[in-house]
């Protein structure tokens, strides 16, 4: 018994000793040099969650958790030094962004590999293909968790790759807010809204119903959109393994759209699908799925 008591024992201070962890607070206050109602704040994140909160002040109030994990002390020192806050401030436009590993983020060109391509802004990741990464994730894991409070009338632009959810609340600007491995959660909306994620779910609430077309995709995951009572809309919905279910009474079947398109090598036809009028018609809702479902309700 002592025998396997001191087995556990090793094992247990081998995976502590391997799990070396490094947090801080990153902290920034930030303003636009330029103000105008074109204001805006995009983030492109990694790994790590996003949270933003509007709120009735004019600053940016930026807080990152930073999280670095090491198997070795030199390694986490390694990762403490390389992974960055990385600020860009465009006067009436401020990108926060990861900084550090393989990839560059900065102006994007067509034939560049990239994520999170804002306006022209995104990740280039050419340069892992000029080092051997696998050494990098056999070292270290990192997160940066971005909790930040900005003008309540802002348009926000976020997206983040792995390990972290989106979750906006209290924006009255044009949110859009992209994903892949984890979930969108947006409340309290009233505006133009994109959101999209490849493994989660979409959930959707908004306060006042959108007077500007919006569009939400999920790959693998629901999509559930609460609006408010007296909805107008024109809805789309697309879906392979999906069905749409909804509470609203006033809701008329529209005919098959059918669009076409000139390839340069001839014209090429598309049918496009479930189309509906919600009571009186107006903005487009457009809804995509690939596994999952679309839930549309009239609160």
């Not at 960055?84 to 067509?110: E, H, M, P, S, W």
């Not at 990464?133 to 070292?139: G, Q, S, V």
Request: aromatic share 8%; hydrophobic share 35%.
């Amino acid at each position: 018994m002592k025998k396997i008591l001191l087995i556990i024992l090793c094992a247990t201070l081998g995976h502590i000793s391997w799990a070396q962890r490094h947090t801080e607070k990153i902290s920034k206050e930030l303003n636009f040099e330029k103000k105008s109602a074109a204001n805006a704040l995009l983030i492109a994140n990694i790994n790590g969650d996003i949270t933003i909160e509007g709120y009735s002040g004019d600053k940016i109030l930026v807080e990152v958790e930073k999280i670095i994990i090491g198997k070795t002390e030199a390694r986490l020192e390694k990762g403490k030094k390389e992974i960055k806050l990385g600020i860009k401030d465009l006067a009436d436009t401020l990108i926060l962004y990861t900084d550090g590993v393989c990839n560059q983020f900065g102006r994007t060109t067509k034939n560049q590999r990239n994520h999170g391509d804002w306006n022209g802004w995104g990740y280039n990741w050419d340069n892992c293909n000029n080092r051997d990464d696998d050494d990098h994730k056999n070292e270290y894991d990192y997160r940066l968790n971005f909790t930040v409070k900005v003008p309540v009338g802002l348009t926000v632009r976020v997206s983040t790759i792995n390990n972290g959810d989106v979750t906006i609340t209290n924006v009255t600007g044009v949110v859009y807010a992209n994903n892949i491995n984890g979930s969108i959660k947006l409340s309290k909306l009233v505006g133009k809204t994109h959101a999209s994620t490849i493994n989660g779910d979409v959930d959707l609430d908004y306060v006042s119903n959108p007077s500007s077309d919006c569009r939400y995709y999920t790959l693998n995951g629901n999509i559930n959109a609460n609006f408010k009572k007296g909805l107008a809309a024109s809805v789309y919905f697309k879906s392979y393994n999906g069905d749409l279910y909804t509470n609203v009474d006033q809701l008329e079947a529209l005919p098959v759209q059918m669009e076409k398109k000139d390839t340069g090598k001839g014209v090429k036809y598309k049918l496009k699908g479930n189309r509906f009028k919600v009571g009186n018609g107006g903005v487009l809702l457009d809804f995509e799925t690939f596994n999952g479902n679309v839930y549309l309700k009239e609160i």
